[in-house]
């Protein structure tokens, strides 16, 4: 199109200086015919023609001039990159559409250079999981704190997910009593009160905090839950003396059932030390537990036939005992 527009420019140019050249031939025609006019030579019906003639050649000229400027000015504007000119919209539409493709196509470029980052982050985010779920498809429990596993709650096979218990832990050098006593004892269970501990690892202890009750909450912070308490009942927390910190198997387990690790969950019997009565309730069962062994120690082992005959003998034994008791009980202080 420049070549093209060029060509014109020269055609235009040449055309231009033919116009002047025509209109200088008429103008010379126009003066000779004038100077006869004036010498009364000639008349000015022949003049008259000519001067048109002259006009028009000068007037040809102006256009072939204007068309040649139009051409000028339409090269410029297409070495600038505008497209002026019925006959440059075609390539002017075309050479939009180019630029168009040349910015998706860049546009393109730049999205594929933010997908491929994506994917190569997406990528590493895939491979840490995969070395996770590697991971956690054989993975080992450790365990920080030192003690005994007391239950285990998952078993082989099963499905387990965040937040799930796998095991129970106790921690056996941190061993405690929760004991169940009224309002009225209160004043005598203080908090740093010396305490004597039945069928327990040790044999004393303090009182190291008063609870008036538990929630479900706290339960589950330990290993066997606390007993329910009637109304007007508190809790004890009573702690081993600091020489009895150690833990010793040698007690002998109870006789209600068999005891988890460290004795957790195991039935005592506390009492206030140097207190002359400690418990009704203790002190009879110190007396069953006395009658029985007596009786047993005095009497041949039964056989079987007599198993009944012997626990009726015990059983009366026990009754008269709590009558006895409730008959002496208002008088006792």
Excluded at 70 to 87: F, T
Aim: with cysteine.
């Amino acid at each position: 199109m420049r070549a093209q527009l060029q060509s014109q420019i020269v055609a235009l140019r040449a055309k231009v200086a033919e116009s002047d050249s025509l209109s200088g031939v008429k103008k010379a025609l126009v003066d000779r015919q004038s100077t006869l006019v004036a010498r009364n030579a000639a008349s000015m019906d022949m003049l008259n023609p000519t001067k048109a003639q002259y006009s028009a050649a000068l007037h040809n000229a102006d256009a072939e001039r204007a068309k040649l400027n139009e051409k000028i000015a339409q090269l410029d504007a297409l070495q600038k990159g505008i497209y002026v000119g019925d006959d440059l919209v075609s390539t002017g539409i075309l050479v939009q559409k180019r630029r168009d493709i040349n910015l998706d196509a860049t546009r393109m470029e730049i999205e594929e250079k933010e997908l491929s980052a994506a994917l190569q982050d997406q990528q590493s985010i895939v491979d840490k999981e995969r070395q996770r779920l590697a991971s956690l498809a054989d993975a080992d429990v450790m365990i920080s704190t030192p003690g005994k596993i007391l239950t285990v709650g998952a078993t082989p096979g099963r499905r387990v997910n965040a937040g799930d218990s796998l095991a129970s832990l106790v921690d056996c050098n941190k061993r405690f009593v929760a004991a169940i006593f009224s309002y009225r004892q209160s004043q005598s269970m203080k908090v740093g009160t010396r305490v004597n501990i039945d069928k327990a690892d040790f044999r004393s202890g303090i009182v190291a905090a008063i609870l008036p009750k538990t929630t479900d909450k706290v339960d589950e912070r330990y290993a066997v839950p606390f007993p329910q308490t009637e109304r007007r009942e508190l809790y004890a927390i009573i702690t081993p003396d600091d020489h009895q910190g150690e833990v010793t198997n040698s007690e002998p387990a109870a006789t209600s059932g068999e005891t988890t690790p460290c004795t957790v969950g195991r039935w005592v019997t506390v009492t206030k030390d140097k207190a002359l009565v400690p418990s009704m309730s203790v002190t009879w069962r110190r007396v069953e537990r006395l009658a029985a062994s007596w009786y047993a120690g005095d009497e041949p082992a039964p056989a079987d036939s007599n198993e009944s005959k012997r626990a009726t003998g015990i059983a009366s034994l026990i009754a008269m005992f709590r009558s006895a008791a409730l008959a002496a009980q208002p008088s006792m202080p």
